[in-house]
């Protein structure tokens, strides 16, 4: 069967298969006038024109939607050019479109392809695929997750795509030429594991992966990368580079952090619950018995006084203990309404234990109510953690003033925070935690509520402290903040919504309502 000259053709059909009308390039096609090709079975002459589509082509194609790939041969060598065919069906006919194609990829590989260059059709069929097969190539790798990479034995780059852009915006292009560039973008701390696993890896060509740090300038931000490489090899074992690619996983890392830390506070309560038990019950004893003796003495006896301390002191361990535990719950407590004063000052017991004898801790609470709905844990882990960074800034002679105060909707909040001018977007209590540490670098001030950023030595750092007070505060509706002047100290800001006395007055009128209603019970008993 000869090549087709055309792009594409259209034939009708009645609903029983017949041909009611073609176009003039299936008609040249064939050599026949269109007005001769009308009422002929379509099957039974499309099949004269090649016997081997008879295995092809269906009785009842025309039934149905229907489509597959005509060769223009039988035989093998011609078998990778043929005709596309697509029936499409209606209530009371159908229509057929024909046009030129390709084999499909799986028939393609086992033809003999030396046929494609004998028809210039063909050849620009498969031109047409090969540019589409390219285009779709670009945009997965420019939509991909990630960045891949060909990376030389001296660590330069000969291929990186354009993700890499995003990391390194002024200095990608020095990557191809400065293999220390990309060495010295490496955490400092990983370099050696990155080193190690390179060598360990690098001797048979098999898919590798490993993580590690970068650092992102100019900012400094942390970046954890999952590093998917395999070496390539040559015959007399010789490295020739890496082919791979680079997948930042942080949301991962930080994700599995903040899990590994609710497994150790679950592991820590149950150790914790345990040690309490035992710890209440010896302090129940020592306060039973002062009560005891305490009690029985004189009041001018000189043992009095000491035991009433004893005394004094075992309940006051009993309160310290179960602070603690709350502090390691598992899973957050209830969100209800809660003082936020008496919550500070209720906290204050554990804050003078963190804070060093030698620093001075100043309070204003202020004396009006502050209700809130808040979760209760953690909000007292946002001030631990707070008060744990005041306490690792300032000196041993150092000063910090925790204040709360109410501000009213659309009033000035958070003075001389760094950013924004902030407005308070309804009524609520202002917190703020003032030290006269050494402050917060400059370098640090625009990410510090980003995971991984401390301002400590790794080594006593996680980096998540401020990030987690962030997730809470935002949780409750609240506003986060600080300013910092290095040298000379750092405030911190938290703002939280309060429940307004129109949220509270529907509230009173219920309680009203069921005082009245027993009081008419009992009225009617009588």
Same mark, same amino acid.
């Given at each position: ?96 479109s024909l046009s030129p194609a390709l084999a499909p990829h799986d028939s393609l590989k086992k033809a003999f392809m030396g046929d494609l260059m004998k028809d210039p059709r063909a ?5 047409? %695929?090969?540019?589409? &097969? /390219?285009? @779709? !190539? #670009?945009?997965y790798v420019s939509n991909f997750p990630g960045i891949f990479f060909t990376q030389r034995p001296d660590m330069t780059f000969s291929y990186l795509s354009r993700g890499i852009r ?84 942080? %949301?991962?890392?930080? &994700? /599995?952090? @903040? !899990? #590994? ?77 809660h003082d936020l004063r008496l919550l500070l000052k209720d906290q204050m017991d554990l804050v003078d234990i963190i804070i060093p004898r030698s620093a001075k801790i100043i309070t ?15 909000? @007292? ?146």
């Open positions: 069967m000869k090549s087709p000259n055309f792009e594409n053709c259209q034939i009708g059909l009645s609903k029983k298969g017949k041909i009611e009308k073609v176009s003039e390039s299936f008609a040249s096609w064939v050599g026949k006038a269109s007005k001769d090709l009308v009422g002929e079975n379509f099957r039974t002459y499309f099949i004269s024109l090649e016997k081997s589509w008879e295995l092809n082509l269906p009785e009842n194609f025309f039934i149905n939607d229907f489509e597959c790939f005509l060769p223009l041969s039988p035989e093998s060598h011609l078998s990778s050019i043929g005709i596309h065919f697509h029936n499409t069906a209606y209530k009371d006919n159908s229509v057929i050849l620009a069929n498969t031109l047409i %695929r090969l540019q589409k &097969a /390219e285009s @779709r !190539l #670009s945009d995003k990391f390194f915006p002024t200095d990608h292009t020095e990557l191809a030429r400065n293999g220390g560039l990309f060495l010295s973008k490496i955490f400092e701390k990983d370099r050696e594991h990155f080193l190690k696993e390179l060598n360990s890896n690098s001797e048979k060509s098999e898919i590798f992966s490993f993580t590690y740090r970068i650092n992102i300038p100019p900012s400094g931000q942390i970046i954890y990368l999952l590093d998917v490489r395999t070496p390539i090899i040559t015959a007399t074992k010789k490295l020739l580079g890496y082919d791979g690619v680079f997948i930042d996983i942080t %949301r991962q890392a930080i &994700a /599995e952090h @903040r !899990l #590994s830390s609710s497994v150790w506070r679950e592991g820590l309560a149950t150790l914790t619950n345990g040690l309490v038990h035992d710890f209440s019950n010896l302090m129940s004893g020592i306060y039973s018995i002062s009560e005891l003796y305490h009690g029985m003495m004189e009041k001018d006896d000189p043992m009095a006084k000491g035991m009433g301390q004893i005394k004094k002191s075992a309940m006051q361990a009993q309160k310290l203990v179960r602070r603690i535990i709350d502090l390691h719950r598992e899973k957050p407590a209830a969100r209800t309404i204003d609470f202020g004396t009006e109510s502050m209700p809130a709905f808040i979760e209760e844990t953690g909000f @007292r882990q946002v001030i631990l953690n707070l008060v744990i960074n005041a306490k690792d800034a300032i000196e041993r002679n150092g000063k910090i003033k925790i204040s709360l105060k109410k501000v009213e909707k659309g009033k000035p909040i958070m003075k001389n925070a760094v950013g924004e001018k902030q407005i308070a977007p309804c009524t609520g209590a202002e917190l703020s935690l003032k030290d006269n540490g050494e402050g917060i670098p400059a370098d640090l001030k625009e990410r510090l509520f980003e995971p991984f950023v401390t301002t400590k030595a790794s080594s006593s750092g996680s980096g998540f402290g401020l990030y987690n007070t962030k997730i809470f505060i935002e949780d409750h509706n609240g506003l986060i903040g600080f300013s910092s002047t290095e040298g000379k100290g750092t405030t911190f800001f938290l703002f939280i919504p309060l429940e307004s006395d129109e949220e509270e007055k529907p509230a009173k009128r219920v309680k009203r309502a069921k005082r009245a209603t027993r009081a008419f019970i009992k009225t009617t008993k009588k």
